[in-house]
């Protein structure tokens, strides 16, 4: 089992969709997590941190569901330049492979006119 | 303005010479990170660097070498390149252990023939 999995799509959604991508990761002392994302051939870029409490950032908005250890990212109202692959990243537990961060394979978004 | 900066670009190279890609950034971080990116597999951390002469493997270290000499800088040897080694690697950096968001160089086009 990867440590950090995501379904990779694409997902192919029309402009003002909402859509909502899961990630799931193995290790449940994780610590951090976030949301990046990547658009075609450029590096990742940071989206969003994922706090335990859950977090919005205008159309966009992180949960961390520690139980069954997932978190997602839901996009409301989807635009032409939210197409971009979206990489869920998994930081590893305190005092056990401190600094390794983990990347999801990413979700491709694509939406359409 | 604050960047991480990784040279060359792009490179074409052969089986066996040894290639150095150097990464630079100046926002003083103590944590810095090699990533390599294929396709399927996503990003792989390969080394990463908690401070000045602390260097530790990621998850695909072999055929890789780091240096960690001064804070600013964080090159990535090959010592003897093999064509598995064709990728595209980024460099990032940040504060704290890497669980402060990521900043990401633009990206190393390598090919080894």
């Known amino acids: 089992r990867k440590e950090v999995e995501q379904d990779p799509g694409p997902f192919n959604v029309p402009e003002g969709a909402t859509v909502a991508f899961n990630c799931t990761y193995s290790?449940?002392?994780?610590?951090?997590f976030f949301w990046y994302r990547q658009d075609c051939r450029k590096e990742p870029k940071l989206l969003m941190s994922?706090?335990?409490s859950g977090n919005e950032d205008g159309r966009f908005t992180a949960q961390l569901n520690r139980a069954s250890q997932y978190i997602s990212l839901l996009i409301r109202d989807s635009k032409l330049s939210d197409s971009a692959t979206y990489l869920c990243?998994?930081?590893?537990?305190?005092?056990?492979?401190?600094?390794?961060?983990?990347f999801g394979q990413g979700t491709t978004l694509q939406v359409k006119p | 303005e604050a960047q991480v900066t990784q040279n060359p670009r792009y490179l074409i190279t052969v089986t066996g010479k040894k290639l150095t890609v150097t990464c630079s950034q100046n926002?003083?971080?103590?944590?810095m990170s090699w990533y390599r990116q294929d396709p399927g597999l996503g990003l792989r951390q390969i080394y990463y660097?908690?401070?000045?002469?602390?260097?530790d493997k990621g998850d695909v270290p072999e055929g890789y070498k780091v240096s960690r000499k001064e804070k600013r800088n964080f090159p990535l040897i090959l010592e003897s390149p093999s064509p598995n080694q064709t990728s595209l690697y980024f460099c990032?950096?940040?504060f704290g252990q890497g669980d402060q968001p990521q900043h990401f160089g633009d990206g190393t086009r390598l090919s080894i023939l």
């Open positions: 990032a950096s940040s």
């Open positions: 290790n449940s002392a994780s610590q951090s």
């Open positions: 994922v706090y335990s």
């Open positions: 990243v998994v930081k590893g537990p305190l005092r056990s492979n401190t600094g390794k961060l983990i």
């Open positions: 926002m003083n971080h103590e944590y």
């Open positions: 660097s908690m401070n000045v002469e602390v260097t």
